[in-house]
């Protein structure tokens, strides 16, 4: 993607932004470098935590918490590990999934259930050593996986929650993606949910010079699909990382009957979003700008 788009695009590596300030003509954008540029329109896609977001909407998302902690991160592959992925569980509402990666790595996805108390905001060191307090002792390749983490560098950790924003622009800033209007991993359809935000948008600024215009129509189409991908019930978390051996015993059991057709039908009625219950309007041929 870099190589065919940085034909047409100004890439900035290293930078943040420090200040926006917008008129009717444009929006002047101070990096924290001390430069300055003047766009057109700035679209901010920053994720969940979107700095930018915050500046221009300050005060405005009121996330719903979805009470899960998670790490990504990559480890050694070893002898241990084969083609197929493999979920662990255990009482505490811990868990973890190992999946085979590229090359000789090892994806891991740690997760826990619990109420949020601020560990998104901590250092990465701060964050590593609370997963080892709570993974020390859950057996499994829970060592292994420890010890690797404190080794890596790709080490990405957060607290989940939904973006939830009454409005995507102000003026000639809009948000797009996780920013305007993160889903989760649990709702299946993030990335989905991405792409098709900046179709959209792309599509409405496309077809006409009015930028209210297209910024209310790009509001009009995404919302139904995102308030498709939030939908997830937060009994899901709950369910998903048991705390006791009666919840574990159900997790199991609802896991091994999970593939079965009546099954599998009423989970994905419940639980999974349906991208296909919004029609997408076809851009083709309509550019105007």
């Keep these: 993607i870099y190589d065919p788009a940085s034909q047409r695009v100004a890439y900035r590596f290293g930078e943040t932004i420090h200040a926006l300030e917008q008129d009717a003509s444009g929006v002047t954008v101070h990096f924290a470098s001390g ?3 003047r766009y057109d ?10 700095p930018t977001r915050e500046k221009i909407f300050p005060d405005e998302n009121k996330p719903k918490w979805m009470d899960i902690t998670i790490a990504y991160f990559g480890i050694p592959k070893t002898t241990d590990d084969g083609e197929f992925s493999r979920q662990y569980n255990t009482i505490g509402g811990i868990g973890a999934t190992l999946k085979p990666g590229r090359e000789d790595n090892v994806h891991v996805y740690m997760g826990m259930q619990k109420k949020p108390e601020g560990e998104n905001e901590w250092s990465t060191e701060r964050q590593k050593l609370f997963l080892k ?9 829970f060592p292994r996986i420890l010890d ?25 800033v809009v948000l797009t993606g996780d920013a305007a209007w993160c889903a989760t991993p649990l709702s299946g359809i993030g990335t989905t949910l991405a792409v ?3 179709y959209v948008l792309a599509g409405e600024l496309s077809r006409t010079e009015d930028l209210p215009s297209a910024l209310a129509v790009y509001e009009r189409v995404m ?4 308030k498709e991908g939030q939908g997830v019930p937060k009994i899901v978390p709950r369910m998903l990382w048991p705390h006791s051996r009666i919840g574990l015993a159900v ?16 989970f994905s009625n419940l639980y999974l979003r349906d991208s296909k219950k919004v029609e997408l309007p076809n851009y083709a041929d309509t550019s105007t700008v």
Excluded: C, N
Aim: no cysteine; net charge positive.
């Design 251 to 266: 997790l199991r059991g609802t896991m091994r009957v999970a593939g079965t057709p009546l099954v599998r039908k009423t």
């Design 148 to 172: 690797g983490m404190f080794k890596t560098d790709d080490f990405y950790f957060d607290v989940l929650r939904q973006v939830r924003m009454d409005r995507w622009s102000k003026g000639r």
């Design 133 to 141: 307090e709570k993974f020390s002792h859950a057996g499994w390749h």
């Design 41 to 50: 329109v700035v679209i901010a896609a920053e994720g969940v935590g979107s």
């Design 223 to 226: 919302r139904p699909f995102v």
């Design 196 to 198: 098709v935000g900046g």
């Design 35 to 37: 430069t300055s540029e």
